[in-house]
């Protein structure tokens, strides 16, 4: 199966001209035969720039977040946010939903997360939906992050049997330990492997879904060969490493000579 690479440009950079440059240098991956699924993540303000542009590429985009409301006569009356709609109208392809820095510094719960994820879903917006335990989770063992996340899981996907069509690539799992992202201390890849193996047994049996699950925390040009040389890894969502263009086509380039 395709191994799918998220790029999570996060708060950068700090221009749009810059933004511009950085989603240019992307379009010379080479990407044999699109063997990989590339999406590219940036800040909201330049997403229609970036979104638009990549409708003749095999680049396909994600916002950062969405909410789970859409405006209607009379309503829209949510200062701030942008809907499911607004989304699709801008060809954006996937929503990254309940990544651990909007959780934190946002105080976003389980339950608006679960908002999210099904008005994403009902409006045809792919979601990208991340969990992942803490370090002092991680800390207690394995068993302690497994139930973590499948807490996590099933707030954050409840009801979601309710939906009328969940397609296999509708929805993506990153998981992204906490202690991982932004550290430079990935996990162990069979640490990693071990989790994504159970959150899709949790997926097939409570849900029915075959879903993707990829891996996010520290994964650059070095280490992704590592995760995604498992069959059950599906692929990456990388954060620092993606807003380097050099260093973003490196680990494009390690996944294609992988699956050739
Ligand atoms: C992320 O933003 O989800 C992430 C995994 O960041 P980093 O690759 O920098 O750890």
């Known amino acids: 199966m395709k191994k799918m690479i998220i790029a999570n440009w996060k708060m950068?950079?700090?221009?749009?001209?810059?933004?511009?440059?950085?989603?240019?240098?992307?379009?010379?991956?080479?990407?044999?035969?699109?063997?990989?699924?590339?999406?590219?993540?940036?800040p909201f303000v330049y997403l229609p720039?970036?979104?638009?542009?990549?409708?003749?590429?095999?680049?396909?985009?994600?916002?950062?977040?969405?909410f789970w409301e859409n405006p209607s006569v009379g309503g829209g009356a949510y200062t701030g946010e942008i809907s499911p709609k607004m989304l699709k109208d801008l060809y954006v392809d996937y929503a990254i939903i309940g990544h651990s820095e909007r959780r934190k510094y946002i105080g976003e719960t389980d339950e608006m997360i679960n908002r999210k994820v099904k008005a994403a879903l009902n409006e045809g917006l792919k979601v990208i939906l991340c969990v992942g335990e803490p370090l002092e989770v991680r800390?207690?063992?394995?068993?302690?992050?497994?139930?973590?996340?499948?807490?996590?899981?099933?707030?954050?996907?409840?009801d979601i049997k309710k939906l009328s069509v969940v397609g296999r690539r509708?929805?993506?799992?990153?998981?992204?330990?906490i202690w991982a992202i932004g550290t430079g201390v990935p996990a162990h890849s069979n640490d990693a492997l071990e989790m994504i193996k159970y959150i899709k047994q949790l997926l097939a049996k409570s849900y029915n879904l075959k879903a993707r699950v990829l891996y996010g925390g520290s994964v650059n040009s070095k280490n992704i060969i590592d995760f995604v040389k498992h069959n059950?890894?599906?692929?990456?969502?990388?954060?620092?490493?993606?807003?380097?263009?050099?260093?973003?086509?490196k680990i494009v380039e390690k996944i294609n000579k992988l699956n050739n």
């Open 139 to 158: 800390k207690k063992g394995k068993k302690a992050a497994m139930d973590f996340v499948k807490n996590q899981l099933q707030k954050d996907l409840k």
């Open 170 to 177: 509708s929805l993506v799992i990153a998981y992204e330990p």
């Open 12 to 42: 950068n950079p700090s221009s749009i001209k810059e933004a511009n440059k950085l989603f240019d240098s992307l379009l010379t991956i080479k990407n044999n035969d699109s063997k990989i699924e590339v999406v590219v993540a940036p």
């Open 232 to 249: 059950e890894i599906d692929g990456a969502l990388v954060g620092g490493a993606s807003i380097n263009s050099k260093e973003f086509k």
């Open 49 to 66: 720039f970036i979104s638009l542009g990549s409708e003749k590429t095999d680049i396909k985009c994600a916002s950062q977040d969405v």
